[in-house]
Protein backbone atom coordinates (compact mmCIF):
# COMPACT_ATOMS: atom_id res chain seq x y z
CA UNK A 1 0.00 0.00 0.00
CA UNK A 2 1.28 3.43 -0.67
CA UNK A 3 0.91 5.16 2.85
CA UNK A 4 2.88 1.77 3.92
CA UNK A 5 6.07 2.98 1.38
CA UNK A 6 5.81 6.12 3.03
CA UNK A 7 5.75 5.32 6.06
CA UNK A 8 2.31 6.77 6.85
CA UNK A 9 0.58 4.50 10.07
CA UNK A 10 -3.14 3.25 9.20
CA UNK A 11 -3.25 1.32 12.35
CA UNK A 12 -1.62 1.62 15.87
CA UNK A 13 1.11 -0.80 16.59
CA UNK A 14 -0.23 -1.61 20.31
CA UNK A 15 -2.37 -4.43 18.85
CA UNK A 16 -4.61 -5.19 21.67
CA UNK A 17 -6.06 -1.82 21.52
CA UNK A 18 -8.80 -0.46 19.02
CA UNK A 19 -8.13 3.70 17.90
CA UNK A 20 -11.54 5.63 17.58
CA UNK A 21 -10.95 8.56 15.60
CA UNK A 22 -13.30 11.61 15.06
CA UNK A 23 -12.38 14.39 12.53
CA UNK A 24 -13.38 18.22 10.92
CA UNK A 25 -14.61 19.14 14.92
CA UNK A 26 -15.11 20.60 17.04
CA UNK A 27 -18.99 21.44 16.56
CA UNK A 28 -21.24 22.84 18.88
CA UNK A 29 -23.38 20.01 19.01
CA UNK A 30 -22.09 16.87 16.99
CA UNK A 31 -19.00 17.04 19.83
CA UNK A 32 -20.48 17.27 23.18
CA UNK A 33 -23.27 14.13 21.98
CA UNK A 34 -20.39 12.22 20.87
CA UNK A 35 -18.32 13.15 24.47
CA UNK A 36 -21.20 11.99 26.18
CA UNK A 37 -21.85 8.69 24.45
CA UNK A 38 -17.79 7.89 24.41
CA UNK A 39 -18.01 8.47 28.48
CA UNK A 40 -21.05 6.05 28.79
CA UNK A 41 -18.73 3.68 27.60
CA UNK A 42 -15.97 4.89 29.45
CA UNK A 43 -13.93 5.09 26.33
CA UNK A 44 -11.25 7.26 25.01
CA UNK A 45 -11.07 8.21 21.63
CA UNK A 46 -8.66 11.02 19.04
CA UNK A 47 -10.38 14.19 17.85
CA UNK A 48 -8.67 15.43 14.68
CA UNK A 49 -9.63 18.93 14.90
CA UNK A 50 -9.40 21.63 12.23
CA UNK A 51 -7.96 25.13 13.39
CA UNK A 52 -10.50 27.18 11.80
CA UNK A 53 -13.01 25.37 13.61
CA UNK A 54 -11.50 25.86 17.40
CA UNK A 55 -11.59 29.28 16.69
CA UNK A 56 -15.30 29.54 16.94
CA UNK A 57 -15.50 26.98 19.28
CA UNK A 58 -12.52 26.93 21.77
CA UNK A 59 -14.30 25.78 24.88
CA UNK A 60 -15.70 22.72 23.07
CA UNK A 61 -12.21 21.88 21.97
CA UNK A 62 -10.83 22.09 25.46
CA UNK A 63 -13.93 19.88 26.52
CA UNK A 64 -13.15 17.38 24.47
CA UNK A 65 -9.40 17.47 26.28
CA UNK A 66 -11.12 17.29 30.10
CA UNK A 67 -12.37 14.69 29.84
CA UNK A 68 -9.65 12.55 29.06
CA UNK A 69 -9.38 12.42 25.09
CA UNK A 70 -6.95 13.20 22.90
CA UNK A 71 -6.58 16.38 20.23
CA UNK A 72 -4.70 15.56 17.01
CA UNK A 73 -4.14 18.20 13.68
CA UNK A 74 -6.37 18.19 10.66
CA UNK A 75 -5.15 21.47 9.38
CA UNK A 76 -6.47 25.51 9.77
CA UNK A 77 -8.93 25.04 6.77
CA UNK A 78 -9.94 21.84 4.99
CA UNK A 79 -8.28 22.01 1.68
CA UNK A 80 -6.85 19.26 -0.08
CA UNK A 81 -3.12 19.19 0.08
CA UNK A 82 -2.54 19.36 -3.46
CA UNK A 83 -3.65 22.80 -3.80
CA UNK A 84 -1.41 24.35 -1.19
CA UNK A 85 2.52 25.75 -1.90
CA UNK A 86 5.05 24.05 1.43
CA UNK A 87 5.09 27.51 2.17
CA UNK A 88 1.42 28.13 3.24
CA UNK A 89 1.17 24.73 4.36
CA UNK A 90 3.75 24.87 7.06
CA UNK A 91 2.10 28.51 8.04
CA UNK A 92 -1.09 26.66 8.10
CA UNK A 93 -0.19 23.95 10.20
CA UNK A 94 1.65 25.77 12.39
CA UNK A 95 -1.11 28.27 13.36
CA UNK A 96 -3.78 25.41 13.92
CA UNK A 97 -1.32 23.96 15.93
CA UNK A 98 -1.03 27.00 17.73
CA UNK A 99 -4.58 27.43 18.52
CA UNK A 100 -5.40 23.76 19.23
CA UNK A 101 -2.76 24.11 22.29
CA UNK A 102 -4.17 27.44 23.24
CA UNK A 103 -8.10 26.04 23.32
CA UNK A 104 -6.95 22.62 25.07
CA UNK A 105 -3.98 22.98 26.76
CA UNK A 106 -2.55 19.77 24.68
CA UNK A 107 -0.23 19.58 21.98
CA UNK A 108 -1.25 17.62 18.98
CA UNK A 109 0.93 14.78 18.12
CA UNK A 110 -0.67 13.02 15.69
CA UNK A 111 -1.55 14.98 12.39
CA UNK A 112 -4.33 13.54 9.14
CA UNK A 113 -4.71 15.98 5.77
CA UNK A 114 -8.34 16.86 4.94
CA UNK A 115 -9.54 13.53 2.63
CA UNK A 116 -6.92 11.58 4.20
CA UNK A 117 -4.62 12.84 0.59
CA UNK A 118 -1.34 13.56 0.88
CA UNK A 119 0.77 15.47 -1.18
CA UNK A 120 4.46 14.83 -2.10
CA UNK A 121 5.86 17.88 -0.60
CA UNK A 122 3.83 17.56 2.76
CA UNK A 123 5.09 14.61 4.16
CA UNK A 124 8.38 16.40 4.86
CA UNK A 125 6.58 19.66 6.17
CA UNK A 126 4.39 17.34 8.71
CA UNK A 127 7.55 15.39 9.97
CA UNK A 128 9.71 18.75 10.50
CA UNK A 129 6.52 20.26 12.47
CA UNK A 130 6.85 17.22 15.15
CA UNK A 131 3.67 15.47 13.65
CA UNK A 132 2.92 11.89 12.91
CA UNK A 133 1.02 11.55 10.01
CA UNK A 134 -1.80 9.04 10.66
CA UNK A 135 -4.55 7.58 8.40
CA UNK A 136 -6.99 4.72 9.21
CA UNK A 137 -7.60 1.42 8.59
CA UNK A 138 -11.63 1.03 9.02
CA UNK A 139 -14.20 3.96 8.03
CA UNK A 140 -18.09 4.34 8.53
CA UNK A 141 -18.37 6.33 5.56
CA UNK A 142 -21.01 8.78 7.35
CA UNK A 143 -20.06 11.88 5.76
CA UNK A 144 -22.32 11.42 2.95
CA UNK A 145 -25.73 11.94 4.04
CA UNK A 146 -27.04 8.55 2.12
CA UNK A 147 -25.69 6.44 4.87
CA UNK A 148 -27.77 5.09 8.04
CA UNK A 149 -26.32 4.32 11.58
CA UNK A 150 -26.76 0.75 11.13
CA UNK A 151 -24.85 0.39 7.57
CA UNK A 152 -22.30 3.26 8.95
CA UNK A 153 -21.31 0.83 12.12
CA UNK A 154 -21.71 -2.28 9.87
CA UNK A 155 -19.05 -0.83 7.58
CA UNK A 156 -17.24 0.40 10.45
CA UNK A 157 -16.81 -2.45 12.89
CA UNK A 158 -16.66 -5.11 10.39
CA UNK A 159 -13.71 -7.68 10.59
CA UNK A 160 -12.57 -5.10 13.20
CA UNK A 161 -9.41 -6.73 14.83
CA UNK A 162 -6.60 -5.18 17.18
CA UNK A 163 -4.51 -2.22 15.97
CA UNK A 164 -7.69 -0.94 13.85
CA UNK A 165 -7.76 3.07 13.96
CA UNK A 166 -11.47 3.73 12.77
CA UNK A 167 -12.26 6.84 11.04
CA UNK A 168 -15.51 8.77 11.80
CA UNK A 169 -16.76 12.53 11.83
CA UNK A 170 -18.33 14.34 14.73
CA UNK A 171 -18.78 17.32 12.91
CA UNK A 172 -20.71 18.38 9.39
CA UNK A 173 -18.93 21.40 8.45
CA UNK A 174 -17.33 19.91 5.10
CA UNK A 175 -19.64 17.50 4.83
CA UNK A 176 -24.02 16.75 4.05
CA UNK A 177 -25.68 18.86 6.59
CA UNK A 178 -26.28 16.95 9.84
CA UNK A 179 -24.59 13.93 8.93
CA UNK A 180 -22.86 13.41 12.51
CA UNK A 181 -26.44 12.93 13.51
CA UNK A 182 -25.70 9.67 11.56
CA UNK A 183 -22.66 9.25 14.06
CA UNK A 184 -23.95 9.65 16.89
CA UNK A 185 -26.48 7.27 16.07
CA UNK A 186 -24.18 4.67 14.78
CA UNK A 187 -21.92 4.79 18.07
CA UNK A 188 -23.75 2.67 20.68
CA UNK A 189 -23.54 -0.09 18.02
CA UNK A 190 -20.00 0.58 17.18
CA UNK A 191 -18.95 0.78 21.07
CA UNK A 192 -21.65 -2.13 21.89
CA UNK A 193 -19.68 -4.28 19.45
CA UNK A 194 -16.07 -2.93 20.57
CA UNK A 195 -17.20 -4.02 23.89
CA UNK A 196 -18.36 -7.19 22.81
CA UNK A 197 -15.05 -7.92 21.14
CA UNK A 198 -13.12 -7.46 24.63
CA UNK A 199 -10.45 -4.91 22.76
CA UNK A 200 -9.76 -1.80 24.89
CA UNK A 201 -10.05 1.50 23.04
CA UNK A 202 -7.66 4.07 23.44
CA UNK A 203 -6.88 7.10 22.49
CA UNK A 204 -3.69 7.04 19.42
CA UNK A 205 -0.91 8.27 22.08
CA UNK A 206 -1.67 5.47 24.27
CA UNK A 207 -1.86 2.89 21.31
CA UNK A 208 1.56 3.44 19.75
ZN1 LIG B 1 -11.86 15.94 7.32
Redesign the pocket.
Known amino acids: MLAGALGIACRVERTNAVALTF ?2 GPHPEGTPATLELLDSYKTRATF ?1 L ?1 GEQVERFPRIAAEIVRRGHEVAL ?2 HE ?1 KLLLRRSPASLARELEQADALIGEATGQRPVFY ?1 P ?3 IFSAGALPIVRRGGWKPMLWSRWGRD ?1 SGSESPESIAGRAVAGLRPGDVVLL ?1 DADH ?2 VSGSWRMTVAALPLILEEIVELGVPSATLSDST
Open positions: DDFVHGHRPYGWHYS
